[in-house]
């Protein structure tokens, strides 16, 4: 089956112009596929692990900060003046109390309540998650559980601007080099036809000799390559 596949892509007879094209259609293709691997697959985990970290590290800070409270009152006012400096939406839970919550409805710390998601925490210690929303856009939340003192820190924030600055420009490159190839496949039949043409005028020249025998004369060759004149 690959064999014929390779025959039909690349057949064993073929006309310059042909193989020409096929040519740089394999080369500059296979950049192309690989440059947009590269950008779909490779930078975008590598935007969504920075994401990730980003998320961890502030879960972690804002747990210590809220750690050193002793009271439930003290704990609810940190949640409340860091969410309202970094713009962060905080959910601070134990397995009984909610202890602070800045976060939308749909993500109110009542959900981290769940005997479920508590056993989850204990067992992963951290849940990262990514939401998709057709009017609001990407979200992340990062849950963090903290087993020493027992709390649940979520971190949720909609999609950094970096994060959509990247996501644009891979869109950006992969356009660029689909355009790119189809430059190049236009560039490459140009250029055949310019070497092709001239090599049809000397074969139909070379078929009246042998034909007809005209032995005078000089073959017309429309071309500025220096071998061809």
Partial sequence: MLKKLWELIFPSRASTQTWMVLTFALFVGSAVVVVGLYMVLVLRGETEQAVRTMLHDQAEQIAVQVERESTLTGR??????????????????????????????????????????????????????????????ASFHMALYRPTSGLIVRVS???????????????????????????????????????VTPLKTIRESARTVVSEGQFEGRIRVDSRAAEFQ
């Fill in 76 to 137: 609810a006012k940190v949640v409340r003046d860091i969410s309202r400096l970094t713009r962060l939406q905080i959910s601070v839970a134990t397995p009984d109390t909610v202890i602070g919550d800045t976060a939308p409805s749909y993500l109110q710390a009542g959900a981290l309540l769940d005997r479920a998601n508590f056993d989850r925490a204990d067992r992963e210690q951290f849940v990262y998650e990514q939401y998709a929303d057709l009017r609001e856009g």
């Fill in 157 to 195: 924030q909609p999609e950094p601007a970096l994060y959509s600055l990247v996501q644009r420009m891979q869109v950006v490159l992969i356009v660029g080099m689909v355009m790119a190839l189809v430059l190049a496949l236009v560039g490459s039949w140009v250029a055949a036809y310019q070497v």
